[in-house]
């Protein structure tokens, strides 16, 4: 069984510029799974989140980047009245998370997209429909030429926050000191935005928190990751 390219292009688009891969090998069971539930659960191109049927007052919680689904799981699992939106550009990824959230008993309340969140968040999420934005471990893109490529920008920032409700939160974490101060300096500047443990400030690791793959390889490299939790203002 192969996704049709049909099928493909309604959860991916080549149109605007990402850095980081898309392709992969997917076994025959996870296709089977992605032919099941995306045309469920999927974001396609052409849908808005309004178009979703997600319940009315449901909590809506974006991740980012969610790789292979760990904390998208972990936070349907912990938030039973929440709803998922989980964006990640790389296909094997996706496959997996889809695996994992529907043998978790918790697909029906996740939304999932290959889209890139840029897009996304412009196109398909309206003004102020968010309750919350998570972003764990995002690609770090070392080498100074490419920081531009790395997720956090100071538009990235002002989009994300023009998306959340007032109130609403963004949470990251990095194992990367110097991604996690861009971050952080990029977040604190951001109009609109608190961080809670005060400017400059990180807050600790959430007990109980699931430890996700690009976390524990950093523990595995000696690499402690920093955490950030910023609020939008009420008003
Ligand atoms: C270093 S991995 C971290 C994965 C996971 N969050 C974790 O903590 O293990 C960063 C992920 O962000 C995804 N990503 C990169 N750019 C993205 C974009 N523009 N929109 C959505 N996901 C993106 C990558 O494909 C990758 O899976």
Redesign the pocket.
């Known amino acids: 069984m192969r996704l049709s390219k049909e099928f493909r292009d309604q959860f991916s688009q080549q149109e605007m510029r990402?850095?980081?891969?898309?392709n992969g090998f997917v076994t025959d069971g996870q296709e089977a799974r992605l032919l099941k539930w995306l045309p469920k659960i999927g974001l396609s191109k052409d849908k808005t989140l309004n178009d979703t049927h997600i319940p009315k007052d449901s909590p809506i919680v974006m991740?980012?980047?969610?790789?292979?689904g760990?904390?998208l799981v972990y936070t349907a699992q912990n938030n039973p009245d929440w709803t998922l939106v989980g964006?990640?550009?790389?296909l094997p990824?996706v496959a997996k998370a889809v695996g994992r959230l529907e043998d978790a008993g918790v697909i029906e309340r996740a939304r999932i997209t290959q889209?890139?969140?840029?897009?996304?968040l412009e196109h398909q999420v309206e003004p102020e429909q968010l309750d919350g934005i998570i972003?764990?471990?995002?690609?770090?893109w070392p080498k100074a030429r490419h920081h531009k490529r790395r997720?956090i920008q100071k538009d990235m920032a002002e989009m994300m926050v023009s998306r959340l409700k007032p109130g609403g939160f963004i949470q990251l974490?990095s194992d990367i000191e110097e991604l996690a101060e861009w971050m952080r300096d990029i977040l604190d500047e951001t109009p609109q935005l608190t961080n809670v443990a005060g400017k400059g400030g990180y807050v600790d690791r959430d007990e109980g928190r699931v430890f996700?793959?690009?976390?524990?390889?950093g523990i595995n490299a000696g690499r402690i990751s920093k955490f950030l939790h910023y609020t939008k203002d009420k008003t």
């Not at 991740?63 to 292979?68: L, M, R």
């Not at 972003?135 to 770090?140: C, K, L, R």
């Not at 996700?212 to 390889?217: C, H, L, N, V």
């Open positions: 990402t850095h980081g891969r898309k991740e980012i980047g969610f790789g292979n760990d904390f964006v990640e550009i790389y990824g889209l890139p969140a840029q897009f996304v972003v764990n471990h995002p690609d770090p997720i974490a996700t793959k690009f976390e524990q390889r």
